[in-house]
Structures are given as structure tokens and as C-alpha cells.
């Protein structure tokens, strides 16, 4: 597509279980990025990628979080052990990999922790 | 950390009218985004500016960047049902020293609702 795609739309899944978020990049977009938004928190960077390497990782909120992106292109972002405090929409952005160059967005997971 | 203030938190209009939003930031804008977003969807990119002074239009809507750029505007003419939603300013940073990328530090939106 000509977007960027992340699925699950929705996840609703138990404290504890884990989980894993998808996001597509548009096709020729070398950055990714992960955001998160909470009610009354905003919206929170987590993690970027530049190709398939992530080299600040200090964003995510807890190690229970990792990403990966292989190829250049498909990211996942998996959540271990899910609290509830994790219950968020998780928004995945992609850009030319430059500087002032906007990032498209999907239209994010949304993640609801029973 | 770039911190962003957005005004008004919330916004009602009559179709027609005209509106603005601001966006202050506590640092100097190198690079200013304006998003909005529909419940339940992503962010659709509005415009991004970069120069003090510059100003730029797409349709009904206007943005401007100020001289001290410090501070952007949101300003929508005429407004219709279709500009309801969450309107978000995002200014850009260096990830970090010599990085080509920039993250995104937001506010905290404004929510427009434009009654017929």
C-alpha cells in the first residue's frame, strides 16, 4: 500500500500475556520510528530505527519492550509480560531517513491490558 | 527535552467561522510539524516549517512560524465539519549529535469540533 500499515488495529489481551505490534514503512522510507499515546500522557517517542539498526534504545519505558527491523523495511515492536499500564495506542511513523523530512504515520495499535 | 504548549486545549466553532491555535515552544523551532488526527487514526501530516517568518497555505488552512521562532499558528478560514479533529504541533530535534534523523516532541493537541 501506499502507507504506512500497522496491524493489529486492535489487541486486548491479559496482564501478563505478550504481545508483538507489526508496522509496515511506506516503500523506500529508511527511518522508523515508534511512538506511544496514553490519555493524559501524549504522545511519547520510544524507539528509531535508521535501516535495521536501533541505536538509542533508551526511550522504550521498560526492558519488558524490544523492537527489531529486518530488511530495512517490516518492525516489530513486542511487548513481554503487559501490564496495564501498557494500554496505549502505539503509533508507528516513517520518513526519508533526512533531517526535516516529515514522518507519515499508520493509523497505530490500539493495546488494551485486561 | 523540547516542551510544547498548545492553545486552546479544546475549541468549538459554527461552520464558517474562522480559527486559530497556537503552539509555543520553550526552545528554539528548527523544525515545526503540524498534524491532525481523527479518533481512532494516525496523524495526517498538515504542513512543516522551518524559517522564521515562513508562512505556508494548503486549502483553508494557513500556518506561520514566527520570526523568533519560538511560537507557530494554526489558522483555518472559513471552517467546515471535514476540520474536526485533534490538531497537533510537533517540533523536531536532532536525535543526536550528527544524526541526519530527527524525533518528535509533541503537545499536547487541540480538539476542534465545528457544529453546522
Known amino acids: 500500500g501506499a502507507g504506512v500499515s500497522q496491524s493489529p488495529s486492535n489487541k486486548v489481551t491479559e496482564k501478563g500475556k505478550d504481545v508483538e505490534l507489526r508496522c509496515d514503512p511506506i516503500?523506500?522510507?529508511?527511518?522508523l520510528y515508534w511512538y506511544r499515546q496514553s490519555l493524559g500522557q501524549g504522545l511519547e517517542f520510544l524507539i528509531y530505527?535508521?535501516?535495521?539498526?536501533?541505536?538509542?534504545k533508551s526511550g522504550l519505558p521498560s526492558d519488558r519492550f524490544s523492537a527489531e527491523r529486518t530488511g530495512g523495511s517490516v518492525s516489530t515492536l513486542t511487548i513481554q509480560r503487559t501490564q496495564q499500564e501498557d494500554s496505549a495506542v502505539y503509533l508507528c511513523?516513517?520518513?526519508?531517513?533526512?533531517?526535516?523530512?516529515?514522518?507519515?504515520f499508520g493509523d497505530g495499535t490500539r493495546l488494551s491490558i485486561l | 527535552s523540547q516542551e510544547l504548549e498548545q492553545s486552546p486545549q479544546s475549541l468549538i466553532v459554527q461552520e464558517g467561522k474562522n480559527l486559530t491555535i497556537n503552539c509555543t515552544s520553550s526552545?528554539?523551532?528548527?523544525?515545526l510539524y503540524w498534524y491532525k488526527q481523527k479518533y481512532g487514526e494516525g496523524l495526517i501530516f498538515l504542513m512543516m516549517?522551518?524559517?522564521?517568518?515562513e508562512e505556508k497555505s494548503h486549502e483553508k488552512i494557513t500556518a506561520k512560524l514566527d520570526e523568533k521562532k519560538q511560537q507557530s499558528s494554526l489558522h483555518i478560514t472559513a471552517s467546515q465539519p471535514s476540520h474536526a479533529g485533534i490538531y497537533l504541533c510537533?517540533?523536531?530535534?536532532?536525535?543526536?549529535?550528527?544524526?541526519?534523523?530527527?524525533?518528535?516532541?509533541f503537545g499536547r493537541g487541540t480538539q476542534l469540533t465545528v457544529w453546522p
Open positions: 511513523a516513517s520518513s526519508l531517513g533526512v533531517y526535516n523530512q516529515p514522518q507519515h
Open positions: 516503500s523506500g522510507h529508511t527511518a
Open positions: 530505527f535508521q535501516g535495521n539498526s536501533a541505536p538509542d
Open positions: 526552545k528554539t523551532l528548527y523544525g
Open positions: 516549517l522551518q524559517k522564521g517568518g
Open positions: 510537533g517540533a523536531e530535534q536532532p536525535i543526536d549529535r550528527g544524526s541526519t534523523l530527527g524525533r518528535l516532541y
